[in-house]
T-cell receptor, first 115, second 112 residues
Framework: KAGVTQTPRYLIKTRGQQVTLSCSPI?????VSWYQQTPGQGLQFLFE???????NKGNFPGRFSGRQFSNSRSEMNVSTLELGDSALYLCASSLTSGGAEETQYFGPGTRLLVL | AQTVTQSQPEMSVQEAETVTLSCTYDTSESDYYLFWYKQPPSRQMILVIRQEAYKQQNATENRFSVNFQKAAKSFSLKISDSQLGDAAMYFCACKRDDKIIFGKGTRLHILP
């Protein structure tokens, strides 16, 4: 079974631009979560989608948004990019949602550099 | 608020030796799950081991085992017979319901 895939793997943008990242979960998984990983803050939860609905949201500004499609693929969008948005963005999928017992499987990440 | 603390930013261990990575957490919930994830350099994060809080028995996965002390809210990871492939960033995480919090990670170096 193929793992979680993320595209693109690397991205360079300039301040003020917007960016869209994509995540394809493991086949059959319906929950997709997004995380931002930086050396200073570590892994921070952005949001989670399940069955095309945002179930949870972390403490990030409204410039960060996402969506999920009927095939469970998810995209996240960052508008008006700032230098501090430079990070590794990780996507994780799990079978269902809402249960603490659910194990998340991570993708390789998209490394975003904002200049 | 739920917090996870990994007090060792970096550790080194000689190949074939045993190393223990520390993790403490704070949650007011009684039902939660604890995880250790491994993130090798430039590779994706994978689950190493998980522990259900209601289980007293410590989880074990081959060379990886945990020491779960619920009262002390401690969840350390022991790696036995360390191998070069164990070199990675290790993250401890606490999950309750639909919310997961990660520690800031411990970078583990394996010395040949």
């Amino acid at each position: 079974k193929a793992g979680v895939t993320q595209t693109p793997r690397y991205l360079i943008k300039t301040r003020g631009q917007q960016v869209t990242l994509s995540c394809s979960p493991i086949s059959g998984h319906r929950s997709v979560s997004w995380y931002q990983q930086t050396p200073g803050q570590g892994l921070q939860f952005l949001f989670e989608y399940f069955s095309e609905t945002q179930r949870n949201k972390g403490n990030f500004p409204g410039r960060f948004s996402g969506r999920q499609f009927s095939n469970s693929r998810s995209e996240m969008n960052v508008s008006t990019l700032e230098l501090g948005d430079s990070a590794l963005y990780l996507c994780a999928s799990s079978l269902t949602s809402g249960g603490a017992e659910e194990t998340q499987y991570f993708g390789p990440g998209t490394r975003l550099l904002v200049l | 608020a739920q917090t996870v603390t990994q007090s060792q930013p970096e550790m080194s261990v000689q190949e074939a030796e045993t190393v223990t990575l520390s993790c403490t957490y704070d949650t007011s919930e009684s039902d939660y799950y604890l995880f250790w994830y491994k993130q090798p350099p430039s590779r994706q994060m994978i689950l190493v081991i998980r522990q259900e809080a209601y289980k007293q028995q410590n989880a074990t996965e081959n060379r990886f085992s945990v020491n779960f002390q619920k009262a002390a809210k401690s969840f350390s990871l022991k790696i036995s017979d360390s191998q070069l492939g164990d070199a990675a960033m290790y993250f401890c995480a606490c999950k309750r319901d639909d919310k997961i919090i990660f520690g800031k990670g411990t970078r583990l170096h394996i010395l040949p």
